[in-house]
């Protein structure tokens, strides 16, 4: 049985000059655990715009829930 991971907290890009990398420490905290085998989700909340839709994807590129991150369509 896998442990059930859930990381409450901030989705976000940082900037770097290398380029924008997915952020933020639950979510960073999540697709690690993921990655050691937990079933692991992210709630948070997301503009509705690219950027937001970028993250949706990474996570689920990553093999995290998403079912826990809302949408704002008025912060795109």
Do not use: Y
Not at 8 to 20: A, Q, R, S
């Amino acid at each position: 049985m896998k442990p059930k991971v859930i990381g409450i907290g901030e989705l976000l890009w940082d900037h770097l000059p290398t380029g924008p990398r997915m952020g933020g420490a639950p979510a960073n905290f999540t697709c690690h655990t993921r990655a050691l085998g937990a079933q692991s989700t992210v709630i948070s909340r997301v503009g509705t715009g690219e950027w937001g839709d970028a993250l949706l994807a990474r996570l689920s590129e990553l093999g995290v829930g998403t079912e826990g991150v809302s949408r704002d369509p008025e912060h795109p």
